[in-house]
């Protein structure tokens, strides 16, 4: 867990938050025109989406975490494409991090079918911030343990080992992403904070765009 020191005291409000708790939600960011044509690419797209399967635990070399996972990806067209290189958007989440130095690198749809699921991960190391948003209206929130901001490997695998891949009990929690119709989108740890989804119990699609900071 992120420990208060006295260089974050030093920190904008925005960093300081977002040290602390790891997500905001960024508001009126997102036109109703640019949710529409990309929700309508991706679904055009959904019968080609790739499979993102593996059954396994590991901490990799990077620093993020997997256990096993089933669902896809779409790839991004066009209006995703533009949406994640926005320098609007990429101006909004600086601010709203206090991470000055973020730099996008583009953005994907995962799909979720009926029984498809993310155990407990983090992101890859290029995910200091992931911005996401639901294509879906009923898309659950995803599991979420701030308590474990920054935890290394081993700690998530006693974690695992102790509460399974989809814990629930004690500190952890859920978060629940925004209908990107509302204008708003939100940005989080992925990198930093432990997230799961738990098996679906019907289909859902979810915009992902990854920020690094240099």
């Known amino acids: 867990m992120v420990q208060n020191t006295e260089a974050q005291t030093a920190q904008s409000p925005a960093r300081a938050a977002w040290n602390r708790i790891g997500t905001v939600v960024i508001p009126d960011i997102l036109s109703a025109e640019r949710f529409t044509a990309i929700r309508s690419e991706a679904e055009e797209c959904v019968d080609h989406a790739v499979p993102h399967v593996h059954d396994h635990m590991a901490g990799h070399r990077d620093g993020s975490f997997a256990t096993p996972v089933h669902c896809a990806f779409v790839e991004p067209g066009p209006a995703l494409e533009n949406l994640a290189y926005d320098r609007e958007l990429l101006s909004a989440v600086r601010e709203h991090t206090g991470i000055p130095r973020l730099v996008p690198r583009g953005g994907a749809v995962v799909l979720y079918r009926e029984g498809d699921f993310q155990g407990l ?42 509460h399974g891949m989809f814990p629930e009990e004690g500190e952890f929690t859920t978060l629940q992403h925004p209908y990107g119709a509302d204008g708003s989108v939100r940005a989080f740890a992925g990198y930093g904070v432990p997230h799961w989804r738990r098996p679906m119990t019907g289909t859902g699609l979810l915009v992902t765009m990854e920020f690094f900071d240099l």
């Open 121 to 162: 991960h983090l992101d890859s190391v290029k995910s200091t911030v992931t911005v996401a948003f639901a294509l879906s209206k009923d898309l659950p929130a995803m599991g979420w343990a701030p308590h474990l901001y920054n935890a290394g490997g081993d700690v998530l695998g006693k974690v695992v080992a102790d």
